[in-house]
């Protein structure tokens, strides 16, 4: 069971928006701690997708937003592309366990 | 080109040790915080350890406390992952990933070195 909660699975046909949540709690993502987005294709080492709850590193399209609230946090996708298939997860920090958390990953699946 | 290289994967049997090497070239290593980050087979992404740039501040997740030890040589470029007592759940693909200073997300990553703890 992972400290960061996201759905299992998402899907979309190319050219649609989705939505990936991850949720956390007081000791995390409520306390006030940064919210990280990575894409991760299997073989490969995982990508950085969104930094600070709302940035994008240079490179990375702005199909690709992020944002956070409360305990929450969201990674939207627009205008989607076979190549967005791949695993995502949100990560932060945990004071209670004194370490950095990551959620369960998200399968994204381009219909 | 900025690079983080991961070796020293492989089988091992279960109460056996291991110990992995990151070698880092393209940024400046010594400036940087350094964490382990696995992936069991068929599972998510799991934080393992973390340690600060000066090798002052060191955490480890609960499930390896105790029977891993991270450490680090400026002078090499290089990130250690000492591994002791492994058992079958700490088969994995091991990542190595930097934290730039005052921040806490991890870029850049290596490609990962498969660990696998079986008789």
């Known amino acids: 069971q992972s400290v960061l909660t996201q759905p299992p699975s998402v899907s979309g046909a190319p050219g649609q928006r989705v939505t990936i949540s991850c949720t956390g709690s007081?000791?995390?993502?409520?306390?006030?701690?940064?919210v990280h987005w990575y894409q991760h294709l299997p073989g490969t080492a995982p990508k950085l997708l969104i930094y600070g709850n709302t940035n994008r590193p240079s490179g990375v399209p702005d199909r690709f937003s992020g944002s956070k609230s409360g305990t929450s946090a969201s990674l939207a996708i627009t205008g989607l592309q076979a190549e967005d298939e791949a695993d995502y997860y949100c990560q932060s920090y945990d004071s209670s366990l004194s370490g950095s958390v990551f959620g369960g990953g998200t399968k994204l699946t381009v219909l | 080109e900025v690079q983080l290289v991961e070796s020293g994967g492989g089988l091992v049997q279960p109460g056996g040790s291991l110990r992995l090497s990151c070698a880092a070239s393209?940024?400046?290593?010594?400036?940087?915080?350094m964490n382990w980050v696995r992936q069991a087979p068929g599972k998510g992404l799991e934080w393992v350890s973390y340690i600060s740039s000066s090798s002052s501040t060191i955490y480890y997740a609960d499930s390896v406390k105790g029977r891993f030890t991270i450490s680090r040589d400026n002078a090499k470029n290089s990130l250690y992952l000492q591994m002791n007592s492994l058992r079958a759940e700490d088969t994995a693909v091991y990542y190595c990933a930097g934290t730039a200073a005052g921040t806490g997300w991890f870029d850049p990553w290596g490609q990962g070195t498969l660990v696998t703890v079986s008789s």
């Open positions: 007081s000791s995390n993502i409520g306390a006030g701690y940064d």
């Open positions: 393209g940024f400046t290593f010594s400036s940087y915080g």
